[in-house]
């Protein structure tokens, strides 16, 4: 898939509240800065369906918040079979959540399952899971997000010469 294709872009963690939401408004206000924002269809979910409702963590909107960034409307949701067929990519946060995407990917799908730092940056690595751990976690789990969402962000507006490709799709 060319840089071109890529207009819509799903974030997707285990409970779509902690990492997938920040993900998502991250993303989003990384794309408004550049003007970007109405070019492109955003969203997040999870693959387990445990907080279906539920506003994202607190502490991920209270790291959100400290860096400008308003995540209070979202709404968890658990991933369904027509995310494949809405959504060009399909970004995990970590090695687990891409396993368990491509499990429940129907056949000839044309989403594209990635992990979201291998396509963003080239560096195979998760995004942690926060949920048990401290403050610190999130603010970790911010900044990564954060970086990695420039970085697409330049790939998919062309000012990033490599094409948008991930290591960890190079055997699918
Ligand atoms: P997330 O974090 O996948 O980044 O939203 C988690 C949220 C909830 C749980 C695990 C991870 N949980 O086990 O309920």
Redesign the pocket.
């Known amino acids: 898939m060319s840089d071109r294709q890529v207009r819509s872009i799903l974030f997707v963690?285990?409970?779509?509240?902690?990492?997938?939401p920040l993900a998502e408004g991250v993303f989003r206000a990384v794309l408004a800065e550049r003007g970007l924002e109405a070019a492109f269809a955003i969203d997040s979910a999870?693959t387990g369906g445990?907080?279906a409702g539920s506003a994202p963590?607190p502490r991920s909107v209270a790291v959100a918040a400290r860096h400008g960034v308003d995540i209070t409307a979202q709404q968890a949701r658990k991933v369904t079979l027509a995310d494949f067929d809405r959504f060009d990519l399909i970004l995990g946060?970590d090695r687990s959540n891409v396993d368990d995407l491509r499990r429940l990917a129907p056949e000839a799908s044309p989403g594209r399952v990635e992990l979201f730092l291998d396509l963003a940056t080239g560096r195979i690595k998760d995004v942690p899971?926060?949920?048990y751990g401290g403050e610190d976690g999130f603010l970790d789990v911010y900044r990564m997000i954060r970086e990695a969402s420039e970085a697409l962000a330049d790939r998919l507006a062309g000012r990033e010469a490599t094409p948008l490709s991930g290591h960890a799709s190079s055997t699918t």
Do not use: A, E, T, V
């Open positions: 963690c285990l409970g779509n509240i902690c990492r997938s999870g445990w907080h963590d946060m899971d926060p949920y």
